[in-house]
Nanobody
């Protein structure tokens, strides 16, 4: 069984910073792309940043000059550094990973974490 657990959310003032973590655990053979999404209540979940297993990254236009994604393959963990936070960055942040649980897994399967809340006060 695979689990993704996010941490690091909280309340921060506008202009401040946070670092989110997402750790994958359980039966894991291989992890491909990992990514961060965010969702406001009543809105769809949107991609924030992604990173593949060799470190190639991608960002939403709204965050690419302020947020930074990184990955520690030895720990099956990704991080998201959020700098210069704005009130519009407030949301639930979710981690997603494409994982093969075992060597006999035919394809990668999508897994999601439960989310961590980021609140930005103006």
């Amino acid at each position: 069984q695979v689990q993704l657990v996010e941490s690091g959310g909280g309340l921060v003032q506008a202009g401040g910073s946070l670092r989110l973590s997402c750790a994958a655990s359980g039966t894991i053979f291989s992890i491909n792309e990992m990514s961060w999404y965010r969702q406001d209540p009543g809105k769809h979940r949107a991609l924030v940043a992604k990173i593949d297993n060799i470190g190639n990254t991608g960002y939403a236009d709204s965050v690419k000059d302020r947020f930074s994604i990184s990955r520690d393959n030895a720990k099956n963990t990704i991080y998201l550094r959020l700098n210069s936070l704005k009130p519009e960055d407030a949301a639930f942040y979710y981690c997603k990973a494409w994982i093969k649980p075992t060597s006999s897994s035919i394809r990668y399967t999508e897994y999601w974490g439960q989310g961590t809340q980021v609140t930005v006060s103006s």
